[in-house]
């Protein structure tokens, strides 16, 4: 047993460092079997969930839920850091020295004497610290170096397509991005027609729709992996209203009761809109 008694902290560098000497005493040697066996690897896993988690309560507008989260990407970030710290890689200090001299460094408008006047400004004047200042640069042959290849797909068609936005090569507006939309879907529809012909690829074919509609939810300033996280908990809570509507019912949820599952599907649909107003 470890002796530790949690005390709410009325300062910010009091707080931290409570969750700093929590963390570090769960790793320790009389900590906790489970968090000793943490990698930076499963605690960055975790790391993401709990961020998905934040943005749930984001979306429901729930400050409690997005007060509890919030501590919880803190945890994840604090268990990181107390890993490296222990593998000798870097301290806690540093990496808070690194970030703060890097804010420091791309934000000469605030701290010096650059000037800016939009916020498109603020990412160009970004841009040109990072490769002439910070020696960020794409390596020779791949334009896309520094864009992580752990990201998963959709993340990653949204690096990319940003990644070239910044040099210049996007659509000067919105309504050609909708027509790149339209002759993907109209592509994916001929390959789906014509799969026996050995030219058409349907799999490419629906990767270049959902690339366009990528393209087009960056372009019209949102983030595509948000946008249909959002749409999946969407369909979760309709489908689970209806799954609990047809048990009280009696309904079976099969084909033979397609009819009455799409008549249920609409009342939720309704009761959702009804509830907005």
């Known amino acids: 047993m ?36 943490q990698t930076s690897k499963s605690v960055a896993e975790n790391l993401l969930d709990e961020t998905y988690e934040y943005i749930d309560e984001v979306i429901k507008h729930d400050q409690y839920g997005q007060r509890e989260e919030l501590g919880d990407v803190l945890l ?21 020295n690194d970030v703060c001299e890097k804010l420091i460094r791309r934000h000469p408008h605030v701290f010096s004497t650059a000037e800016v006047s939009s916020s498109g400004e603020v990412i160009d004047l970004w841009n040109t610290i990072k490769t002439k200042v ?41 309504d050609g991005v909708v027509e790149k939309v339209e002759e993907e879907l109209s592509e994916v529809l001929q ?11 349907l799999e490419m074919e629906l990767g270049d729709l959902l690339f366009a509609v990528v393209n087009l939810t960056r372009f019209l300033g949102y983030n595509p992996s948000v946008a249909l996280h959002r749409s999946n908990q969407k369909m979760r809570n309709r489908f689970n209203s209806l799954y609990q509507i047809a048990k009280q019912k009696d309904i079976s949820l099969d084909q ?3 009819e009455e599952m799409d008549q249920l599907w609409q009342e939720v649909k309704s009761e959702e809109t009804r509830s907005k107003e």
């Open 2 to 37: 470890i002796d530790f008694t949690f005390e709410k902290k009325a300062s910010l560098q009091d707080a931290l460092m409570q969750l700093h000497t929590i963390v570090t005493l769960l790793r320790s040697k009389n900590g906790c079997p489970w968090d000793r066996e």
């Open 76 to 96: 994840n970030t604090m268990m990181l850091l107390e890993i490296h710290e222990e593998q000798d890689g870097f301290s806690v200090v540093e990496s808070l």
């Open 134 to 174: 910070e020696g960020k640069q794409n390596t020779d042959d791949d334009f896309f170096s520094r864009v992580p290849t752990s990201l998963p797909p959709l993340e990653m068609a949204n690096e990319i397509q940003k990644k070239i936005r910044k040099v210049g090569f996007d659509w000067p507006n919105v």
């Open 191 to 201: 390959a789906k027609d014509h799969q026996s012909d050995e030219t058409e690829d």
């Open 256 to 258: 033979e009761h397609l």
